[in-house]
């Protein structure tokens, strides 16, 4: 069985550095890409980015660029998303999905609530 | 890279039909046809519903389906159910920016 499965609920400081991950298995995780999705409190979904884990090409949505960090360590099926510095308008939970062919987003973390606050 | 647009909000009555539009522009939807369904619970992870614009996976209902016609591609869901209230997002591969993939805003099912 195909499963996603994510790091998870945080609660952070403004200005802190954070993590998160999303492990796959139940397949070859270097042959499908990983997205990373973001939804905040009582809004719509937004790609943030998406990488290839065979070879770490890793695309971002423009206003994310520069803000967050999309990784993968292949050793432990494992996709990452990370923030150097956080704000309270990081405030969201975040998806992982893996897409199985061209629109095909089949495979879904069940998400990892951040929490921004001073 | 603009989101696509869905309509906020729609609604039915127990087994009668609706229709979700999804309009883009000729740099995605009319061009590719590479238009997703989702389908979004309260509290839930999003749950593929249509792919590649009028597919299926597997153990999806066949009430769903779904079609496009130029910039604007539809999802269907007929003999609706109470179950079937939800959020629905589509989402479409993109020649504008560098993502190569944008959601649209998302539009609420109510079932009478």
Known sequence: EVQLVQSGAEVKKPGESLKISCKGSGYSFPTYWIGWVRQTPGKGLEWMGVINPGDSDTRYRPSFQGQVTISVDKSISTAYLQWSSLKASDTAIYYCARQVAASRWEHWGQGTLVTVSS | ?112
């Open chain 2, 1 to 112: 890279q603009s989101a696509l647009t869905q309509p906020a909000s729609v609604s039915g009555s127990p087994g009668q039909s609706i229709t979700i539009s999804c309009t883009g522009t000729s740099s995605d939807v009319g061009t590719y046809n590479f238009v997703s369904w989702f389908q979004q619970h309260p509290g839930k992870a999003p749950k593929l519903m249509i792919y590649d614009v009028s597919n299926r996976p597997s153990g999806v209902s066949n009430r769903f389906s779904g079609s496009k016609s130029g910039n604007t591609a539809s999802l269907t869901i007929s003999g609706l159910q109470a179950e079937d209230e939800a959020d629905y997002y589509c989402t479409s591969y993109t020649s504008s920016g560098t993502l190569g993939w944008v959601f649209g805003g998302g539009t609420k099912l109510t079932v009478l």
